[in-house]
């Protein structure tokens, strides 16, 4: 995949040159114009008429998207079908309707208005609904796409089922359109948050020349499906465990540019980073984890020099209110703490018991609890759908991607026993997780359902591990 060149910006923070790529995270938000839908309630079909409901949650509604129409330039035009081709696999992604096959779409014959929409055609495809969508140029470098989701079947053939117009989207980046688009679809057809506007935050080593004589490794940014990606930082040094904040935007991570391990919290504000952990040349600091309402982090942090062992700390965002939640409990040490999704518990790991395993405790560090494995356990991950995400295995390996439901406290794999797999991030609805694996030779980033079933690969190049899923921006 080749990477477009981005702008290097330069801020000092705590007496170091802080160097970071402007790589911005999302484009300004599009503006969505609703209309009032057509599809009658079912008590008003014609008798031996079946209408097909797109919030049918007990079925999968076909949909069709053929080309958008675009009157104009050839920009105008490519942009129209990146939208259409990028709307169609973000709908895909989430398994909420049959997609008809864009090859068999393009035999149909295009349509420049509802009427003229041969929906004989459409129906031997086997559709439900077919999109008409047009777009027109805007203000400049900006378009605007009128879209309609439009009835194939029964007596409300040719009405109407969603409507909205999409402002404001942009040449330069056509494909934010189209997740905007797609989240707007899941959640007012599906009642679905859709995870199109998502970004993982990975670490690669893809740029590793650019230091001869160094191990260099970048904090990067993608799309959630694998596109754009794109450096996020710029340190030529060891950058590594990047942790999103809530709001989708606000990204810490761990990097040694300034001698030592330290977090770094950035935000798109355009302020200099802060080290809300505050560490020095004796005091190395891991693993953030951002509280769901933003305003503290919990970190594992080595700030007992006399023992060397890591313990888990939480800190006010602003760097105030450091306090040691694990103190003199483990030999070597506590890790990788995760939030649970009403900021309430705390789950880490910790070998206290000789191997790995994943414990529960408080913010304020009380009740203290493991929970039961037979394996080793690594980097767990707390759902907002309320299951633990983690690494599960000998300890030596190979590992596997497993999950523990909180409320029924089984365990179930959910990978594959292809390669190891670790690392686990989950998406912001619960139904998707990244993870990293050696199933394609060096270490790679897929995605897998929660649901189970074949991963996809999202990177290539390079080696990539720690992938961090964010949540839609606010």
């Not at 104009?72 to 909420?96: H, I, N, P, Q």
């Not at 506590?334 to 789950?347: D, H, L, M, N, R």
Request: charged share 20%.
């Amino acid at each position: 995949m080749t990477l477009k060149p981005l702008a290097l910006s330069f801020l000092m923070s705590g007496g170091v040159l802080f160097a970071f790529v402007e790589a911005p995270l999302s484009t300004a938000p599009v503006v969505i114009t609703g209309r009032q839908t057509q599809t009658p309630p079912p008590g008003q079909q014609q008798p031996g008429q079946i209408v097909v409901r797109m919030d049918n949650a007990a079925i999968q509604p076909k949909i069709a998207i053929p080309d958008f129409n675009s009157a104009g330039d050839a920009e105008l035009e490519a942009a129209a079908r990146t939208v259409s081709e990028v709307l169609w696999a973000d709908l895909d992604f989430e398994k909420e309707f049959y997609l008809i096959d864009r090859n068999a779409s393009a035999a149909v014959p295009p349509a420049a208005s509802i009427d003229a929409m041969p929906m004989d055609r459409w129906r031997d495809l086997g559709a439900d609904f077919v999109v008409h969508a047009t777009v027109t140029r805007g203000a400049a470098g900006e378009f605007a796409v009128d879209f309609r989701i439009v009835t194939v079947r029964g007596t409300t053939a040719g009405q109407v089922d969603f409507s909205a117009l999409y402002e404001r989207c942009t040449i330069r980046n056509p494909r934010w359109c189209a997740h905007s688009i797609a989240d707007d679809v899941h959640k007012k057809k599906r009642n679905l948050d859709g995870v199109a506007r998502t970004k993982v935050a990975f670490v690669s080593d893809r740029d590793n020349k650019s230091a001869p004589g160094r191990q260099v490794k970048e904090i990067y940014v993608m799309d959630y499906d694998g596109a754009n990606q794109r450096p996020f930082t710029a340190h030529r040094s060891l950058s590594i465990m990047p942790a999103w904040a809530a709001d989708g935007v606000s990204l810490a991570y761990v990097s040694y540019f300034g001698g030592n391990s330290d977090i770094y919290l950035t935000r798109p504000d355009g302020r200099a980073p802060t080290r809300p952990a505050n560490g020095n040349m004796d005091i190395r600091n891991y693993s953030p984890a951002i509280s769901p309402d933003g305003t503290r982090m919990l970190f594992s942090s080595s700030r007992d020099v006399n023992t060397g062992r890591t313990d888990i700390f939480i800190v006010n965002i602003d760097g105030t209110g450091l306090k040691n939640l694990t103190p003199n409990t483990a030999a070597s040490g506590e890790a990788t703490p995760s939030w649970s999704p009403a900021g309430t518990e705390i789950v880490f790991t910790s070998d206290k018991t000789g191997t790995n395993q994943l414990w529960l405790m408080s913010p304020e560090g009380l009740n203290l609890r493991r929970l039961p494995m037979d394996k080793h356990c690594d980097k767990p991950t707390w759902s907002l759908l309320n299951f633990i995400a983690f690494t599960y295995g000998p300890q030596d390996g190979p590992h596997d991607i497993a999950l523990y439901d909180v409320q029924t406290q089984k365990v179930s794999i959910l990978t594959d026993g292809q390669g190891s797999n670790g690392s686990p991030a989950v998406s912001s609805n619960g139904r998707h997780v990244v993870f990293t694996t050696s199933r394609y030779g060096n270490s790679q980033l897929a995605t897998v359902s929660r649901a189970g079933g074949r991963p996809r690969q999202l990177t290539t190049v390079g080696s990539n591990t720690y992938a961090n899923w964010s949540r839609p921006p606010q």
